[in-house]
């Protein structure tokens, strides 16, 4: 479950981040605001999508219903 804790953070943080600097004037030049604003998108769009498929699967095989007794005996 870890890693859709961090497809989660790429979603809501780094995402958004990238794209928040892609919009800043200063120091970088078009193109490299252009790529920033992409790999934002593309950050958000390819994480929404793996997170979303993932969950899907954890649902269809029941894993999210499950609790493990033995972590908590630990």
Sequence with gaps: MKTQFVRLIDVFVMGPLLFALSQQKGELSQNERD???F????TIA????NYLIQLQTDRASGELAT??????AA
């Design 35 to 37: 790529l920033l604003a």
């Design 39 to 42: 790999f934002g998108v593309a």
């Design 46 to 49: 390819y994480n929404m999508a």
């Design 67 to 72: 609790v493990d007794a033995s972590d908590d």
